[in-house]
């Protein structure tokens, strides 16, 4: 059935690329006008992709569908996600796009590739290995239930919601286990190292008294409105619900690693080694980049980027006096206790320090801001030693839910206090904060835009907002310089390390010891951040990838108007429409600056 489906899509694209179609056209029925058909046909997708995937509506605050879980690894889900990307393909590419306005035209074309993608990746066993260390399910599944993420406790509703999505929970964490015994038998399994790590965060999810669990808190924390019948009912229910579904799933999942899938895991760690893995790869490759780069184009452009920062780093060297090599400066902003906070806190608050202040900074480059606020949390305990530095959870454009910036302050002294001005600007303002709220704050956009992504686009935005500092006027402490060439540094590695895994069969110790010899990385972040790599195949090339394009796109532009550039204007033409693959964002600068001149 989804063979003969894929035929039809490619008899439509056949069809679309042919001149004769007059009596395809002849139709008694009247049709409605182009823009009006993409409308509707947008609008109809969105809505049946919310009720396909209830967690997306709730992270965007649309509370619709709160008491439910999608079983996204399930053949029935699969199945009815590539039945609806091939009916919308087809449908689309009914409507004549060269009727449509320009912003119609940029919608038409970022659904079609988005389903396209969606398409492509169907021929890869992504469902076969469906939980790592650092993206799982048993570790989302605990932040929502905690009351500190998307899901609201705010009502009795709210309360009962969380119940039923507790009961989908229990199928999904079976059907994961069922197709990784699945993965077992065909040979796709994750590498052995990183499910070692994932264990530990599931175990700690196992307590004997359900008062001790994560998933209390909102008891803990129930609203005092409640009726004592509610919070009577309520509780005893969660009691029952913590100690009788969601332990016993955690149990059975921890059993199944630890009895059988550990010891089936593969030694290997890149995508390479799995079957068809170097199509894998590439497809990885194409759809974080948005590009067409093959995996060696990207390795050479990593190492002459690390090479070109490492002569910028020598610079600040000389500024600050410090005589050595470049290895011994590493050691030394990595050791020095001048560097680092004695405490966790310490680190959390300076990151909020920092807010007011580049907030006001960032006037000088900015017109357009998010209304949205946003805050600084710690990462919880239980998998900050697996994530990563920082990380940013969009909020709702209604502010109802602020955006979130995640800080990592696991071993305190290998968070260098020259790392956060660079962290902050990526993560935060102007970083991901400013670029996904004003996007998701622009209701004239169609909602998969607005509530949309591409890799590239995204994280090519926080690198280039970090690259920003001493423009805004941050960097004015040469070491804070440095933080920001070395994240910058950082990121040239990543597109070395991740190809040099993946395509080049690197071990994790040759992707370690190239870590040590080219970065001031401390030994807990190296070792998370080569596993991540390992974990999320490709992610890690759209940093780099993404900033390089954006800062071609910006100095072109800059050369073109000369006078009349405008770096305010440059970066609201850059955030309003949306994420988008780099070729159509560099299609959509060009025509800016051709309006200008």
């Not at 390795?299 to 006096?321: N, P, S, T, Y």
């Not at 966790?344 to 900074?361: C, F, K, N, P, V």
């Not at 509530?451 to 590239?456: D, E, L, P, S």
């Not at 000369?562 to 033409?573: I, L, N, R």
């Amino acid at each position: 059935m989804k063979n003969l489906a894929a035929a039809a899509v490619a008899a439509v694209l056949l069809v679309a690329g042919c001149g004769d179609s007059q009596e395809a056209s002849t139709t008694d029925v009247a049709q409605p006008e182009p823009g009006v058909a993409l409308h509707e046909l947008l609008d109809e997708h969105f809505e049946r992709d919310l009720e396909m995937n209830p967690l997306n509506a709730t992270f965007i605050g649309d509370y619709r569908y709160n008491d439910r879980m999608a079983n996204s690894n399930s053949p029935e889900y699969i199945a009815e996600l590539t039945a609806m990307d091939e009916e919308f393909l087809l449908r689309l590419l009914e409507i004549d796009r060269g009727q449509l306005g320009y912003q119609d035209q940029l919608s038409y074309d970022l659904f079609k590739i988005s389903r396209q993608q969606s398409l492509e990746g169907n021929q890869f066993p992504f469902h076969l290995q469906p939980v790592n260390q650092f993206y799982s399910i048993t570790n989302f599944f605990v932040q929502l239930g905690s009351g500190t993420s998307a899901h609201p406790f705010e009502t009795v509703r709210d309360y009962e919601d969380f119940l039923s999505r507790a009961n989908d929970y229990s199928v999904i964490i079976d059907q994961i286990i069922a197709n990784m015994k699945e993965g077992i038998q065909v040979g796709v399994t994750q590498p052995r190292i990183l499910m070692e790590k994932l264990l530990p965060q599931i175990d700690s999810q196992i307590v004997d008294d359900p008062k001790e669990s994560g998933f209390y808190a909102p008891v803990i924390n129930m609203p005092e409105d409640f009726s004592d019948e509610d919070r009577n009912r309520l509780t005893a229910a969660y009691e029952d619900t913590i100690a009788n579904t969601i332990i016993p799933a955690y149990q059975r999942i921890s059993n199944f690693l630890g009895d059988e899938y550990i010891s089936a895991a593969r030694e290997t760690v890149g995508l390479f080694a799995q079957p068809n893995g170097e199509a894998w790869y590439a497809y990885m490759v194409r759809l974080r980049t948005t590009t067409n780069m093959s995996p060696d184009e990207i390795h050479q452009i990593g190492l002459g980027e690390v090479a070109r920062i490492h002569d910028e780093m020598h610079g600040v060297m000389e500024e600050v006096g410090f005589e050595g090599s470049l290895k011994e400066f590493f050691q030394f902003v990595n050791t020095d206790d001048q560097f680092f906070y004695d405490e966790a806190d310490e680190l959390i608050q300076g990151y909020r320090d920092m807010s007011d202040h580049i907030t006001e900074l960032s006037k000088n480059l900015f017109d357009v801001m998010p209304k949205s606020s946003f805050e600084v949390r710690r990462v919880e305990p239980f998998r900050e030693a697996s994530a990563s530095g920082g990380a940013y959870q969009a909020g709702t454009p209604d502010g109802s839910r602020p955006g979130i910036f995640y800080a990592n302050a696991y071993d305190i002294k290998a968070r260098g206090k020259w790392a956060m001005e660079s962290l902050f600007l990526h993560e935060a303002i102007p970083g991901h904060h400013f670029q996904i709220m004003i996007q998701r704050e622009n209701e004239e956009l169609p909602g998969f835009r607005r509530f949309g992504g591409f890799t590239a686009y995204t994280e090519g935005w926080g690198l280039y907002a970090e690259s920003l500092g001493k423009e805004l006027g941050v960097y004015t402490d040469p070491y804070q310089f440095f933080g920001g060439l070395n994240a910058e540094l950082w990121r040239s590695i990543r597109l070395v390390v991740d190809t040099g895994i993946h395509a080049k069969g690197w071990s994790r110790q040759e992707v370690l010891d190239y870590m040590y010899a080219n970065s001031a990385v401390a030994e807990v972040r190296a070792v998370a951040e080569a596993e991540r790599f390992m974990a999320i195949p490709g992610q890690a090339l759209a940093y780099k990838v993404g900033q390089l394009k954006i800062r071609e796109i910006r100095n072109r532009a800059e050369a073109t108007l000369g006078d009349k550039f405008s770096v305010k204007a440059f970066h609201t033409e850059v955030l309003r429409d949306g994420a988008m693959p780099l070729s159509i964002l560099e299609a959509k600068i060009d025509h800016w600056v051709q309006s200008q001149l």
